[in-house]
């Protein structure tokens, strides 16, 4: 019965693994469309987030069926219940992908206001972020679910810059800009929300690992 358990968790540890990996694809094809204003690309994220759904609906109940079933205890109770808050964080992460690639549909028939750079280099923060805190609940690993939290500040710092950016060189110079650059600082702040989500997967494990309360006490990660 032990073993038959022992196998469960890893078929669910791959589940969480699809799940990231669809996500990191859906915010990289999203960010991808915008870049390029590519409709096709743009409507493919939207569409996978089908797929995404029914996944995270699996999860859930694969998670329910454990604890049902098995009724774990301590560690095993606490690698279960992380994986039903990563598996929702999962699933935001691929909703505001579709957000981003509906960002990219407003202004795919639009010029292009300026070659994005920064937008790029925030969804790879989330991408990395996204992956790392992935490897972390894999592994069991609280000092990479740390570097996660820690990473937070430089995605921060990239959507302040894009907001700043936008607003003070394009929409106050011109105002004929602020539609396309409002769907760009849009899809900034989804990509910012996205990291938002990866420190709350993060901090999931460190209690899962550690049994210890980061979340809102930034002194713990000390």
């Known amino acids: 019965m032990h ?8 078929h669910l540890k791959n589940d969480i693994l699809k799940m990231g990996a669809l996500a990191q694809e859906a915010i990289m ?3 991808d469309a915008l870049k390029n204003r590519d409709k096709a690309t743009a409507r493919k994220v939207i569409d996978s987030d089908v797929e995404m759904d029914r996944l995270e609906l699996a999860v859930d109940e694969k998670c329910l069926d454990l604890i049902a079933l098995h009724q774990p205890m301590a560690g095993d109770l606490r690698f279960i219940t992380t994986a039903i808050k990563l598996n929702a964080e999962l699933e935001r992460i691929g909703d505001l992908a ?8 407003e202004i795919s028939d639009k010029p292009l206001l300026k070659p994005l750079v920064d937008i790029p280099r925030l969804a790879d923060v989330a991408g990395r972020m996204i992956g790392g805190a992935i490897e972390a609940f894999i592994k069991g690993d609280t000092a990479l679910a740390k570097k996660v939290v820690l990473t937070d500040p430089e995605a921060d710092e990239l959507k ?4 700043k950016e936008l607003i003070y060189d394009y ?16 899809a900034a702040r989804h990509l910012e929300r996205v990291c ?3 420190v709350g997967m993060a901090e999931d494990i460190i209690y899962m690992v ?10 713990e990660l000390k």
Not at 98 to 105: F, S, W
Not at 171 to 185: C, E, F, H, P
């Open 160 to 163: 302040r810059g894009v907001e």
């Open 98 to 105: 579709v957000d981003v690639a509906q960002r990219a549909l």
């Open 3 to 10: 073993r038959h358990f022992d196998e469960e968790l890893q």
């Open 29 to 31: 094809n999203a960010v």
């Open 196 to 198: 938002d989500h990866a």
């Open 210 to 219: 550690d049994a210890r309360v980061v979340r809102h006490h930034p002194e």
């Open 171 to 186: 929409m106050m110079k011109d105002g004929s800009t602020a539609d396309r650059a409002v769907q760009l600082l849009l």
